[in-house]
């Protein structure tokens, strides 16, 4: 069964990069088994360009993302499986919505309103991305529906109240949609019956050459960011927020990932590489240009936009070929990168960091654009 569906899978993929500009938008889906009976279903957008996105309701999971180069030639540019039902099995969560707490939490205990909460400890002595069963591995409900730039998929997940130690019953909702202008919009929603904490993200690994074709090292990063959140051993922010003048975490002007990514600093030590959030300039309710990536040899381009404060520079640093991804090419390190956008590391331990509670009275709403174009 799982061959079957890999091979349908891939030539799916197959048609999808030679799909031409005419195409009109729409979302398909087709049924890819049950996980604890529910239904898991694979979807693709279109839109009038021939780009196409591929999302499971498995963990709200971007599955493939095709987008041309500057001579119109269609690639999948982010890192997965041929076979959906591999994200059902453990994995770097390639492209997976992560909640209810993006990121780490030290020692996986906060405070609020005087009460201290107990979390599941799964990275060290830390809680990582949610948890032992976070939003990446848990099956939400999928309806199309309707936005301003046509059709989009609508994920909902209820999160129960002590799920993984967090109070409250927490409804989440995640609209994908993809517009004529190559631009692939998530929008986050969320509500609560009781006071908790949200940091809600999509973990995608990029590589604008095309996932599997080779490290991303060569690849050209502008942050819009002036400071970043330096770390102890653990990864867990030590409350300070650094420059990033005068050290290899200076991105804000175009940069390859792997000019400065060995170099002999304490942060990229530490990390292996970059695993750093950096606090984006001029953050505020609107959306805001956070970072831009340019791949040399295919022209291609991404530009993030998000209302989030923050954003993850992560460079894939542990992948050692272990994982067969698409076209059962070996992922090895640094073959992809991730730019989550997100509130900070630990927020809810930092005071001086931007608040990360939600409140029954309030709506948790963020929204973040990969954009994509050549030249």
Known sequence: ?????????????????????????????????????????????????????RITNYGGTLVAL??????????????????????????????????????????????????????AVNNGPNHLHGGLKGFDKVVWTAEIVTVNDGPALRLTYVSADMEEGYPGTLTAVVTYSLTDENALR????????????????????????????????????????????????????????????GTPLDFRSPTRIGERIDADYEPLKIAGGYDHNFVIDQTGEDLRLAARV????????????????????????????RIIGKGGIPYDRRYGFCLETQH?????????????????????SETTIFKFTAE
Do not use: C
């Open 1 to 53: 069964m799982r061959t079957v569906l890999a091979t349908a899978f891939t030539l799916t993929l197959q048609l999808a990069f030679i799909m031409n500009a005419g195409a009109q938008p729409s979302i398909t889906k087709e049924s890819v088994g049950t996980v604890d009976g529910s239904p898991v279903e694979l979807f693709t957008l279109r839109n009038n360009n021939g780009m196409e996105a």
């Open 66 to 119: 095709t987008t041309p180069d500057r001579n119109g030639q269609f690639a999948d540019v982010v890192l997965g499986f041929d076979d959906v039902k591999r994200y059902q099995e453990p994995h770097p969560v390639f492209g997976s919505i992560v909640g209810r707490y993006a990121n780490r939490i030290a020692r996986g205990k906060f405070t609020l309103d005087g009460k201290e909460y107990t979390l």
């Open 186 to 245: 998530i929008d986050y929603e969320a509500a609560t019956d009781k006071p908790t904490v949200v940091n809600l993200t999509n973990h995608a690994y990029f590589n604008l050459k095309g996932a599997g074709a080779g490290d991303v090292l060569d690849h050209e990063l502008t942050l819009f960011a002036s400071h970043f959140t330096p770390t102890d051993e653990g990864l867990i922010p030590t409350g300070e927020i650094r420059s990033v003048e």
């Open 294 to 321: 340019k791949e040399p040899t295919s022209g291609r381009i991404m530009e993030v936009y998000t209302t989030q404060p923050g954003v993850q520079l992560y460079t894939a640093n542990f992948l050692n070929r």
């Open 344 to 364: 900070f590391p630990d927020s809810p331990n930092k005071p001086n960091f931007p608040s990360v509670v939600l409140r029954p009275e309030e709506k948790y």
